[in-house]
């Protein structure tokens, strides 16, 4: 390597007996490709997902014309979309993580260096998947059951239950996706490490 390939700063803090600092190691190939391609699938199914709020508001207008214009009330309107909001919010789990918009208590936090943060990030994120693990596992069971027994809602309209279970375990899956890509993102950060 000759002195034309070495960058005018890291000449100048050689001459000056300082070490230039050690360009960073990427992580893994594997990793950056599962963090893109996770980051990529819930920003599409995010972006998707935010227009069933439409749908939800759709319904729920519908409801209150026919009740009150034409004193039809119709019994699965509510229900329908209380189904629409869980999968909404379910759904948009995994783009939330990915946005870093979900709350979080910012007394300390806000003060901590972006490593500082990036570590206590990835303990979280790490915790999370735990957590989500056992949510999936509940999921799985839940949908199971609901499939083999035919599962109804108690209500007038008695909805069979296992669509909007095995929505909630798509949208724990995309949640638990991204929870581990956010753990590699802060992994990648805490031990300054190259994502891109």
Do not use: C
């Not at 227009?51 to 214009?69: N, S």
């Not at 999968?87 to 946005?99: I, K």
């Not at 957590?131 to 596992?137: A, N």
């Amino acid at each position: 390597m000759n002195e034309a390939d070495v960058p005018a700063d890291a000449q100048a803090q050689a001459a000056d007996g300082q070490v230039p600092p050690r360009p960073s190691a990427p992580m893994p190939g594997f990793v950056r490709t599962y963090v893109h391609a996770v980051d990529g699938l819930n920003r599409r199914i995010g972006g998707v997902v935010s227009y069933m709020i439409f749908v939800m508001m759709g319904v729920l207008l519908f409801a209150a014309i026919a009740r009150f214009f034409f004193n039809t009330p119709f019994v699965w309107a509510v229900e329908l979309s209380q189904f629409l909001m869980a999968s909404y919010y379910v759904l948009g789990g995994g783009y939330s993580l990915q946005h870093d918009a979900h709350v979080r208590m910012d007394a300390f936090y806000s003060r901590w260096t972006p490593r500082r943060r990036a570590f206590t990030d990835s303990i979280t994120a790490f915790a999370l998947v735990f957590y989500l693990v056992f949510l999936l596992l509940g999921g799985l069971t839940s949908t199971l059951y609901s499939l083999e027994t035919g599962q109804t809602a108690h209500s007038a309209w008695a909805p069979l239950m296992w669509p909007v279970k095995a929505v909630m375990v798509i949208g724990i899956v995309l949640m638990l996706l991204q929870a581990v890509a956010v753990f590699l993102r802060d992994l990648a950060v805490a031990t300054k490490r190259d994502l891109a």
